[in-house]
């Protein structure tokens, strides 16, 4: 496994993805992948969700495998049987902190905890978590907000998602505590129903390319 610090180094933006097909998957990496981006979090939103995840961890593709908004145990334990890379939850609640743990003891599979305020990301800390998500990023107080953490918090790294977009994306990178963001603008829902798989290779090139 791939430690947590090498996956948010792999692209500045983890494009969050919704699937509702499994036999979508596949080519939605390789476009990724083309496009240079070799990192995706696919959502636990729809009924297909792990079977097209289980189907990237299956190509070999080279590309690591999030599973996101894991919300229980019983979520994580279904997401490293898939072959996920790493795991993120959206908040990260005693209960659930203390299994992440676990499943990095116990199997090394890396997290991104989910926490919006300085208690929960010292709480997070206080486990050995070094890398979060902030969320929701926009509403919880933007890269204004990640900025003042950066103080009394300088070894946490974060991953900001929700509400962002291409020019959010930059304010939050110019962060000295940001490594990626996350955001679903990158993959819309729209190409991928209509499996325009070209277009999504060129905008991940395209965004790589005004993020670096
Ligand atoms: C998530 O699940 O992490 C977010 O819903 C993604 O946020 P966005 O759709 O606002 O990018």
Not at 8 to 17: D, E, F, N, Q, T
Not at 53 to 65: E, F
Request: proline share 9%.
């Amino acid at each position: 496994m791939r430690p947590i610090e090498e996956i948010v180094a792999l692209s500045p933006v983890i494009p969050v993805v919704v699937l509702d097909a499994p036999q979508d998957a596949v080519p939605l990496a390789q476009a990724l992948l083309a496009g240079g981006i070799g990192v995706i979090e696919i959502t636990l939103r729809t009924p297909q969700a792990l079977a097209a995840a289980a189907a990237i961890a299956r190509s070999g593709l080279d590309i690591a495998l999030g599973i996101g908004s894991v919300l229980d145990d019983r979520q994580l334990a279904a997401a490293r049987d898939a072959g996920a890379d790493f795991v993120v939850t959206p908040g990260t609640p005693p209960m659930l902190a203390q299994a992440l743990a676990q499943a990095r003891k116990a199997d090394g599979l890396p997290a991104l905890p989910g926490a919006a305020t300085a208690s929960e990301m010292l709480a997070l800390r206080s486990l050995g978590f070094s890398h979060l998500k902030f969320f929701p990023a926009e509403p919880a107080g933007g890269a204004a907000y990640l900025k003042a953490m950066a103080g009394p918090l300088p070894d946490l790294r974060f991953c900001p998602t929700g509400g962002i977009d291409l020019a959010k994306a930059k304010s939050y990178l110019a962060l000295p505590n940001v490594p990626c963001v996350g955001g679903s603008w990158l993959v819309p829902e729209s190409a991928i129903r209509a499996r325009d798989w070209a277009s999504i290779a060129a905008n991940a090139a395209e965004t790589l390319a005004a993020l670096r």
